[in-house]
C-alpha cells in the first residue's frame, strides 16, 4: 500500500521548499561515480540515465564532475572545465530539466585518491600533504585493474589559491551548462577532506593544525563559488565520522561544528543561505564500500547526526545505508529534511515510485558500477510498470 502522510509529519513524499527550488518529494539522486563519461566527456548514456531518474519536483545530483585536469582517480569520469564538457553536458541539463527535475552539478576533485596515469604529463596527485594513501586501499585503473596510491605531492600555499579558482571557474560553467547549482564535494577522503582531517592535513603553515587552518581551504572555495553564482546555488557536502581513504578525524563531531559554525556566518555574511547541508552517515564507512560491515553504535551516530542537523541553519540532507524505513523515519523524526539515495538508485531507475507504493527493489550488480558500458549496469535496469504481469500508475 502506498504511504498516507499523518497530518503534520512530513514523509519521503511530502514537498519541500529548498530555498528557490520547490520539490515534489524528498528523495534525492545521490551523486555517484559511474564511469561512463569516456575520455572526459558526458555522453548520450548520461543523459539517458539521468532522465531515467527523473521526476517532476524530483532532485538529482550528479556524479563528481572535475573541477580540472588534475582531479581524476577514476577511469572516464566527467570534467566541467572544457568548452566541450561544458556544451556536452547542456544536452543532459535540457533532458533533465524537460522531465521537470532540478539537478545540481558535484564539483569534484581527489587530490592524493589518484595515480600518475591520470596526472597530466604523469605528475604526482596534488594533497594536502605527502602522506600516501595507505595499502589498505587500491585504486581502479584505466585497465580494470588496481594500484597501489603514490606519494602524493603537498600543494603550496601559491598552488592553494589556484585550485580555489579552478572551482570557482568550475561553478560557473556549470552554471552555463544550465545547472540549477552546484554541490561542493567535500567528503569521503578526497582533496578537500585531506585539508579537514587531523588524520591526513599534518600541514604546519595557515592550513594545517587548528580546526579553523583545516576548515580555511573549504572555506575559500565556498566564498568564491557563493560570490560567482549566487549562495542559494551553493551546497556542500561533508563526511566528518567517515574513514574512507584513511580520511579519519581525532573528533568527528567537533570537525563537524567547526565546518557548520563557519557556513552560517557565511550565509549570514552574504545574506542568502546555502542550499543545502549533506553530511553521511556513519554507518556508511561500513557497508558503503562492501556488502556487510560492523558498523558504530546506533546512538552514537544518531547523537552525531541529530546534533549536525540542529547546528545547521539551512536545509540538511542525509545520505548513506538508508532503505524506505529509514528514510521515513529521519524525514518524519526531523533527523533530516532531504534522504539522498545511491546504490538503490542505480538499480531503480524509478525509486521514488518504488518506494512511494512501497514495492520490491531490483537487486544492484556491484560488478557493474564502474565499468563502460553505456547500457549494461547502467541504463537497462527495469522499470515497475514495465516488469511482467505489473501495473503501476504514477503520479510523480
Not at 87 to 101: E, P
Not at 240 to 252: E, M, T
Not at 372 to 393: N, W
Request: hydrophobic share 35%.
Amino acid at each position: 500500500m502506498a504511504e498516507t502522510q499523518s497530518q503534520g509529519t512530513p514523509t519521503l513524499f511530502s514537498p519541500y521548499k529548498m530555498g528557490k527550488f520547490n520539490l515534489s518529494h524528498r528523495v534525492v539522486l545521490a551523486p555517484m561515480t559511474r564511469c561512463r563519461a569516456l575520455n572526459g566527456i558526458p555522453r548520450p548514456a548520461l543523459a539517458e540515465y539521468y532522465t531515467q531518474r527523473s521526476t517532476p519536483g524530483g532532485f538529482l545530483i550528479t556524479e563528481g564532475t572535475l573541477v580540472s585536469d588534475t582531479g581524476a582517480g577514476f577511469p572516464h569520469v566527467p570534467g566541467i572545465f572544457s568548452e566541450e564538457q561544458v556544451q556536452a553536458w547542456k544536452n543532459i541539463v535540457d533532458a533533465v530539466h524537460a522531465k521537470g527535475s532540478i539537478i545540481f552539478c558535484q564539483l569534484w576533485h581527489v587530490g592524493r585518491a589518484s595515480h600518475s596515469v591520470y596526472q597530466p604529463g604523469g605528475a604526482a596527485p596534488i594533497s594536502s600533504t605527502s602522506k600516501p594513501i595507505s595499502n589498505r586501499w587500491r585504486i581502479l585503473m584505466p585497465d580494470g585493474s588496481y594500484g597501489i596510491y603514490p606519494k602524493p605531492q603537498a600543494l603550496e600555499i601559491s598552488e592553494i589559491q589556484e585550485v580555489v579558482e579552478h572551482y570557482r571557474k568550475a561553478a560557473l560553467n556549470a552554471i552555463r551548462a544550465g545547472f540549477d547549482g552546484i554541490e561542493i564535494h567535500g567528503a569521503h577522503g578526497y582533496l578537500i577532506d585531506q585539508f579537514l582531517k587531523d588524520g591526513i592535513n599534518d600541514r604546519t603553515d595557515e592550513y594545517g593544525g587548528s580546526l579553523g587552518n583545516r576548515c580555511k581551504f573549504l572555506m575559500q572555495i565556498v566564498q568564491a563559488v557563493a560570490s560567482a553564482i549566487g549562495a542559494d546555488r551553493v551546497a556542500v557536502r561533508i563526511s566528518p565520522a567517515i574513514d574512507h581513504l584513511d580520511a579519519v578525524d581525532s573528533n568527528p563531531l567537533n570537525l563537524g561544528l567547526a565546518v557548520i559554525e563557519r557556513l552560517n556566518k557565511l550565509q549570514l555574511q552574504l545574506g542568502s543561505k546555502l542550499a543545502y547541508l549533506h553530511v553521511t552517515q556513519p554507518r556508511y564507512h561500513a557497508y558503503g564500500q562492501t556488502e556487510s560491515g560492523r558498523h558504530g553504535s546506533e546512538d552514537e551516530e544518531a547523537y552525531l547526526m541529530r546534533t549536525l542537523k540542529r547546528t545547521y541553519q539551512g536545509t540538511f540532507m542525509c545520505s548513506g545505508g538508508f532503505t524506505r524505513e529509514l528514510g521515513m523515519q529521519a524525514v518524519a523524526d526531523g533527523d533530516a529534511d532531504l534522504v539522498s539515495y545511491g546504490r538503490h538508485f542505480i538499480s531503480n531507475p524509478d525509486l521514488v515510485l518504488r518506494l512511494k507504493v512501497n514495492a520490491p527493489l531490483n537487486r544492484y550488480i556491484r560488478k557493474t558500477f564502474y565499468t563502460q558500458d553505456p547500457v549494461v549496469g547502467y541504463t537497462d535496469y527495469p522499470f515497475l510498470s514495465k516488469e511482467k504481469g505489473t501495473q503501476v500508475q504514477s503520479r510523480l
